[in-house]
């Protein structure tokens, strides 16, 4: 739907008006800080995101939900409340159930420049579509975004006489995604396109919801681009894709480069289209005569192509959410797992997070980017601590790694602490 003419003047002035020299080299985009209040057993929780930030304790203790909250957030974005709600029951549940009524869920997210909080009504135990928001500019000190919970409507505080209280045409999306549009219109960047682009560069990847069975029966539907769906059903088009174009790009080369170390009899892939709108693939294998279909491959080559692919595919920066990277893994597959993170990491723009139960893959990566997480026994509110900052264990993370610590229940247990008679 097309804005009325007098609006997009309007905006297109308050933009110009808001711009400043310090925005005019882009800032990062990262996310810094998450914030989450009365999402499941997230009652009150905030950490600082760091480049790498990994995630384990007990069954329950809200590790996926933690991941889930954000990926909660951008998909609200991208579709809309109803339709993220819709895939969690419309929220059914969705909200502590110690909440008072007229307490909101709150999905908080800060960047260098901005902080954004998310929030929303629940009513007859569901989410209210209409979404309330808060966008405020720590570069100038200005709340740029104000949206009540069940408001169709959006303010921006300090422009109120160019941007009167408007409603908005998509009411059931975050405003910001479609006043993003417009505030691009002269080309420079700011608190909201940078909050844009942390959002749309969010991926999830669950590696018990990878569609095994499509891509050896079916193979991949063929396509242009290069990122993996969440299922990834188009892992063979995705790096297709990438393959052809290796002379310019080296991701396609550091993929096979760490399958190559995973598993050292594996040569290589030969992708080739098998229909008019197919992508097959076959292994070529040290150990074997001829090339092996995918669908003889087993489950821990392809999990390890699939987070592989998830972590270089892409161009730019991405905010990667990683649940359960470690299933049908050998060891030191996931050691080179780790390495592998820590390059996307440090080379290509990329924040990874990591919710898992491996010792082995909790012990590839520094005490600072480890959060133990676990259930208060009083209260059934999740906790997350960084294990650096765990003073009970300070003195034995000098000898002994966190995955064994993990293994011998002296962070994050699962069982009842044991008792001296």
């Known amino acids: 739907m097309v804005l009325p003419s007098e609006w ?49 304790g007990p069954n329950g203790a809200g590790k996926s939900t933690f991941l889930d909250a954000l990926w909660f957030a951008r998909d609200c974005a991208i579709r809309g409340v109803d339709s993220a709600a819709s895939e969690r029951g419309h929220g059914i549940g969705l909200r502590w159930e110690g909440a008072e009524s007229y307490e ?35 570069l100038r000190d200005l709340v740029l975004i104000d949206r009540k919970i069940g408001s169709d409507k959006v303010t921006f505080p300090g422009f109120e006489a160019l941007l009167p209280f408007v409603p908005w045409f998509e009411p059931e999306k975050p405003s910001f995604v479609k006043y993003l549009e417009y505030l691009r219109a002269d080309g420079q960047a700011n608190e909201i396109t940078e909050l844009g682009e942390m959002l749309r560069g969010i991926r999830f990847y669950h590696a018990r919801s990878t569609n095994f069975y499509k891509l050896r029966t079916f193979g991949s539907e063929s396509g242009y681009e290069t990122r993996l769906s969440g299922r990834g059903d188009n892992l063979w088009s995705v790096l297709r894709n990438l393959h052809d174009k ?28 098998t229909g008019t709108n197919s992508v097959y693939a076959m292994w070529i294998d040290k150990l074997r005569r001829k090339p092996i279909q995918a669908s003889g491959v087993s489950d821990g080559h ?13 161009d730019g920066y991405g905010l990667i959410l990683l649940d359960e990277p470690d299933l049908s893994l050998h060891p030191w597959a996931l050691s080179v797992l780790a390495k592998a993170i820590r390059a996307a990491s440090q080379s290509f723009q990329k ?25 208060s026994k ?44």
């Open 351 to 375: 924040q990874v997070m990591i919710a898992t139960h491996s010792p082995v893959l909790i012990s590839q990566f520094a005490p600072e980017q480890i959060l133990a997480v676990e259930l």
């Open 104 to 138: 909101p869920i709150v999905i908080g997210m800060e960047t260098q420049v901005a902080k954004y909080k998310n929030l929303f009504g629940y009513s007859a135990g569901r989410i209210e579509k209409f979404m309330g928001e808060e966008l405020y500019s720590k």
């Open 378 to 421: 009083d209260t059934g509110q999740t906790r997350m601590t960084k294990v650096s900052e765990q003073d009970s264990i300070r003195d034995l993370l000098e000898e002994y790694a966190t995955g064994s610590l993990y293994m011998a229940e002296m962070i994050a247990a699962q069982s009842e602490p044991q008792t001296s008679s």
């Open 8 to 56: 997009v003047a309007k905006i297109k002035w308050a933009t110009k008006l808001v711009h400043f020299s310090t925005l005019t080299n882009k800032p990062d985009t990262m996310l810094t800080t998450l914030h989450i209040k009365n999402f499941r057993s997230l009652v009150d929780v905030t950490i600082n995101i760091e480049g790498i930030t990994v995630l384990f």
């Open 246 to 273: 290796q002379i310019l790009d080296p991701r396609y080369n550091i993929i096979m480069g760490f399958m190559k170390e995973s598993f050292p009899s594996f040569e290589a892939i030969v992708l080739e289209q």
């Open 302 to 314: 392809l999990h390890m192509l699939m987070q592989l692919t998830a972590l270089f595919s892409e």
